[in-house]
């Protein structure tokens, strides 16, 4: 069953609030861990930490709400480390960034056409897609339910639960629900 509005200004606003939703998640997570914990490599997710995965989360957001039109955004060469990777207050710093940034676009912003920049195979090969503003959040909030997917088995590994339907696509949650009907 679709629900959707009539109005696609409301739409648009609409991407925004579910995807401010997950950043929100992102910092609430954060403080469930120690800054030990952040950094701590996994043993049930190799090479990862919480604090690699909430820094690839908010570099796709970062791409998403602040590349210009003019240029594509190009999820696939963004810069890699940095202090949010490595400091909880950095990355509650930036999600406070990203989440007031994301504030101040506005429906012409969010409707505006942008180029996306796409890496097609290992071999670098791109290609480049029509978009919008909106459907670009709308995709870094996709791609951070998956990694909350992951930061939820990492947080098992550290000895807490994550609350109920984080990192759960909200697909599932629709599904779910109408089952348990």
Known sequence: M????SNPCADLRAVCLAADAILEQCAEYIDRVDDDQYVQ???VVPGGTVGKHIRHTLDHFRCAITTSCDE???YDH???????EDNRDAAKGEIATLRSLMGEL???DLGETVTTRVM???DGQTADLSSTRAREIFFAMHHAIHHNAILKAIGLELGFECPEGFGTAPSTINFEQAEAK
């Open 41 to 43: 490599p996994s043993k």
């Open 106 to 108: 506005s429906v012409d």
């Open 72 to 74: 594509a955004i190009d």
């Open 120 to 122: 097609l195979c290992g």
């Open 78 to 84: 963004r810069r890699r480390g940095g202090s949010v």
């Open 2 to 5: 679709s629900q959707s509005s």
